[in-house]
């Protein structure tokens, strides 16, 4: 789940992620060309749930096929040494390669 850091509501769930964004599959309506603060949990190291937060660009908006859904392009604008370390650890995770 994807939290706005700034109204602690729930906007979304993850669809993919990478060092540089995030595509999104929003259940809230969002603002396109828009900064946010979002926040996702992911596993550290030792596979404790730790706590990542990111600015984001929202880059684009399309209507998915669910009602009330849409996919949304992110770019990561603004994060901590330490969260992007957290998100490359989890991009290097076994199954994390696809060919």
Same mark, same amino acid.
């Given at each position: 789940?994807?939290?706005?850091?700034?109204? !602690? +509501?729930?906007?979304?769930? *993850?669809?993919? #992620?990478? !060092?540089?964004?995030? &595509?999104?599959?929003?259940?809230?309506?969002?603002?396109?060309?828009?900064?946010?603060?979002?926040? =996702? @949990? #992911?596993?550290?190291?030792?596979?404790?749930?730790?706590? @990542?937060?990111?600015? /984001?660009?929202? &880059? $684009?908006?399309?209507?998915?096929? /669910?009602?009330?859904?849409? $996919? @949304?392009? =992110?770019? =990561? *604008? /603004?994060?901590? /040494?330490?969260?992007? !370390? +957290? @998100? +490359?650890? $989890?991009?290097?995770?076994?199954?994390?390669?696809? !060919?």
């Amino acid at each position: 789940l994807v939290t706005d850091a700034m109204s !602690e +509501r729930v906007v979304g769930q *993850i669809g993919n #992620l990478s !060092e540089s964004g995030m &595509l999104l599959i929003a259940s809230e309506t969002l603002v396109d060309d828009a900064l946010y603060q979002l926040q =996702f @949990v #992911l596993p550290d190291q030792k596979g404790k749930s730790t706590s @990542v937060e990111v600015g /984001a660009h929202l &880059l $684009w908006i399309d209507r998915a096929s /669910a009602p009330g859904q849409a $996919w @949304v392009g =992110f770019r =990561f *604008i /603004a994060a901590s /040494a330490q969260c992007m !370390e +957290r @998100v +490359r650890h $989890w991009i290097e995770m076994p199954g994390g390669q696809y !060919e």
